[in-house]
């Protein structure tokens, strides 16, 4: 099987790897195997198709990757990142610490040390 993988990323540029398989892979250790990390990757595009980490390549592929905050010619479902643009939390008394680390990370917390 031969796999080709691009990753389009704004900072690096667009990258083009070609990898060939012996046996069944998930599309998430043919990421890693390239040297990029999972957690990096918004979209997976197989042969046109959107797929998830988990999808196995069998035969011949084109794979494109996708970073968060790419526009791709896909839609937005199916996204492996969440948004959190908007993402809120509430902490107890005893998550102070959480909080502030999530606070430095620029999320909105609301935390109360009283709180049980």
């Not at 988990?54 to 969440?82: C, F, H, W």
Request: aromatic share 6%.
């Amino acid at each position: 099987m031969a796999i080709l993988i691009s990753f389009s990323d704004p900072e690096r540029g667009a990258k083009i790897l070609t990898r060939s398989l012996s046996e069944k892979t998930s599309v998430k250790d043919v990421i890693e195997s390239c040297g990029v990390p999972h957690p990096e990757v918004d979209l997976i595009v197989v042969n046109g198709r959107r797929w998830i980490l988990t999808y196995g390549v069998m035969n011949d592929a084109e794979i494109e990757l996708y970073p968060p905050g790419t526009q791709s010619p896909q839609s937005e479902e199916k996204r492996l990142q969440v948004s959190l643009q908007s993402a809120s939390f509430v902490a107890d008394g005893h998550l102070g610490k959480l909080a502030r680390n999530l606070r430095l990370l620029g999320f909105d917390v609301a935390y109360d040390p009283r709180a049980r």
